[in-house]
Structures are given as C-alpha cells and as structure tokens.
C-alpha cells in the first residue's frame, strides 16, 4: 500500500513526487514510457530572451532531485485502470495492481490528428512523433520534409529539426474539411498567432509581432496580401494562404500537392504545385490525455481555452473524487513550466490531506500563486484565453 501513487513522469509527476516525499508520503511514480522526463524529453527551443530551454537537462534535474529523496519511479508500465474501493484505491497495471491511499493522474497531453488525403503512407508523422524520433532516438526523419499545420508547437518542433540538420522545404495550413477547421482557415491562424506570438520561440515574435498590436483590419488586409512565398522563419517559408490538400507515393511519400487558398480557406482552383518531399510532419495540435481520469469516474467539462474536455478540478488540483488528484497538462495545455509548478500544488495538496496537516495551507496558497506567475510569465503559450478557461473549469468544483 502506497501514501500515493502517480500517473506520469513527466514534469507535473515528477515535480508532485518530489513535494509528496519532502513530507515523507510513501510515493511510486509509474510511467509507461522507457524513461523518465514525459514530453520534456523531446523540448529545446530558444526563448525571447535568448536563452535556451533544454528540456533534457531540466528532466534530468527533476530526476535527480526525485531520486535524492528516494522516489520510486518505475518505467515501462501502462496504467490501464484506476478504481476506488472503500477509502483507497487499485491502479491497475499491465504488470500488476497497486493499492494506494490517494492517487495523482498526470498523464499530460496528446495531439489532436488532422487527416488529409495519403495521411497513411509510410513517411507521414505527427509533429510529435518527429520531435521524440530527433530529440529522444536521435532517428533522423528524412531528408527533407514539410510541416503541415501552422501553430506554436509545429513552429517549436521545426526549429528542433532544423537544428538537428533536416531539411524543411515550408509550413502550410492543411486542407480545410470537417476536422481541420480552423486550423485550415487563414484568417483564424493569423488571429490565432497574432494573439500568442508574443510569448512563442525567438523568431515567431518578429513574424507575430508584426500583427499583434495591430488592428483586426489591418490583420484580414495582412492575410489579404499575404506574400504568396510566404514569411520567413529561420529562412523557413511560413505560409498561410497555401495548403496541402493531398500527400503523394507509391510505397512511402515522394510530394505534396499544395495550393493557394483565399482568406477563407478555399482552394484556389489551378493553383495546384507539387513538391518534392520525403516525410509530412502534420501539427493537428494538442488536446489533455484524460480517459484514465475518466475510467476512474472524475466528471468533465468541455473547455476551448483549455483544448478539450477536461477533468473538473480546482486550483488545488483536488478532483471531485475525493483522493483522486490531476496535474499538468491533463488539466488543460500549456508549457512544462506551468505543468512542474502544477505539479508542486498537487504534491502539497496530497500530503496536506494524507497528513491533515493545516501549516501546509500556507504552501499550497504561496504554491498556486507561482502557477499563476509563471503561467504569465509563459514564452510558450498554445492557447490564447488560458486565464479565461483555468476560471471555468475552477468555477465546476464544488
Ligand atoms: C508531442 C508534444 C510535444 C510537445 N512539445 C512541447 C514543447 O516543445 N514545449 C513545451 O513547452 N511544451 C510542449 N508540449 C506540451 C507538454 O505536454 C508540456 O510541456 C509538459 O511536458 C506537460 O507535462 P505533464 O507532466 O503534464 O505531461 P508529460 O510531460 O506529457 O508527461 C506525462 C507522462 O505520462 C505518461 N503516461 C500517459 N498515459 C499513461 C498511462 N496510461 N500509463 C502510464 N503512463 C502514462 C507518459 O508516458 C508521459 O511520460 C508538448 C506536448 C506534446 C504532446
């Protein structure tokens, strides 16, 4: 029987974990992936001020941080279930099933998929799985390849392949249909940028901050006359009156067809190019990877701002399900950093209940008060209402 066990060892577990044992709980950490880190595993881009954010590095901090006060991590093992029985609960394990008093979900986030005609040909890949094959497996992807979708991740992750010497011919929107929306209609990107570009990797802000403070006029007028090469970005065309309506081969990718599209997301008849490519990295973007959550009977709440539905909790990361506790990004996308200092109030919130101790109150207040600072001090920011939504799901508790 465990104090708590944790769901994810990424930067909300991790840093959860390290809270918890700083009170003495008896803590496992599981994790389903070979190494410890989550999705900061992957992460290196350069922020406004020039210096780089190394998610290796910071996972390694965590890790050893973890390790000196004696946290339990164990690795390669999915959690496929969580029940409650009487006051405790059984996480079960692909291995096997663990008892614990109080457990804490931070499973973090996954991407949205944006299907578009030859989505399935060997060479096609989710800008996610780009980043782990380049930054965890050192794989090189291809020679040279093309980023379909246009947001704050896709821009981070084609600079990481850059960097690691891959060859990117352009980011372009992808076909408009039923699932892609309005991540394939120009008009929305640019306002969609324009709103978070400020606080994206170094070169987004100059290609964001040219329309940021300007008017919604001037923004449609800059879509309107958008240069048909695009904006560069590390001397990458970024473009959003093109899209790729189909990926081309036989056996595995050899182009893409691209075409210009009006301000609305329309195909421009004739306008059809192809373009030579060996991989498509398409950037759906994210959304909170809860169904353990909702196996283990937390009610949801649909949030936009937070990108998707998530499980009801509030600042303190207490769910309704007493015992029951989520952190990081299941709880709405945002950066590693806001997800670590997530993952401090949870720690604290669990051992607040396990020792019903109230000198930790004070901890938790000052602990929830980071969130907030760091989260507007966030240089990655994936939606651009965070506050609006964090105020909603709060607002469900009761
Ligand atoms: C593809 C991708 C790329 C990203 N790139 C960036 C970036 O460049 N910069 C940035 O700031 N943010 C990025 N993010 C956002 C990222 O989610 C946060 O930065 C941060 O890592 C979230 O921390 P977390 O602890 O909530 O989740 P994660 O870091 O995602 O950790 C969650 C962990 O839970 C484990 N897990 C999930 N389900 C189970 C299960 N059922 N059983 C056992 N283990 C499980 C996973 O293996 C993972 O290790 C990215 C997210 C994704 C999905």
Redesign the pocket.
Known sequence: MYDVVI????????SAAISCRKHDLNVLV????PK?????L????QEPNGEW?N?VKESEKLIDEANALNVTIKNG????HIEKVDDNFIVH?EKDSIEAKQVLI??????TAAPIPGWTLPGVM???AA??MTNVHRVKVGEKGIVVGVNV?SA??AR?LQLAGIELHSMALPVKNDITKDAAHPKKVMEALSRIAHLAPSAFIRFGSKFARASEFIRNLAVQFYPPGGVKMWGMPVHIRRAITKINGTDKVESVTMCKVTTDGEIIEGSEETIEVDFVCIAGG?YP?A??ASVAGIPFKYVEELGGHVPIHNEKMETPVEGLFV????TG?????V??AQ?TVAGLSIARHHLDDTSIDKSIETAMQEVRKVRSEAT?Q?HPGINQGREKIHASFH
């Open positions: 769901v994810g060892a990424g930067p909300a577990g991790l599981i994790d389903e992936f410890a880190g989550g999705r900061l992957g992460q290196l881009h954010w998610g093992i999915p959690v496929y394990t931070a499973t973090g986030a996954a991407e989710s800008i996610g980043q782990v991740l981070a992750i990481e994210l990877l169904e353990l952190a990081g990004n299941i996308i945002e950066s590693a950093k997800a670590g993952g990655i994936f």
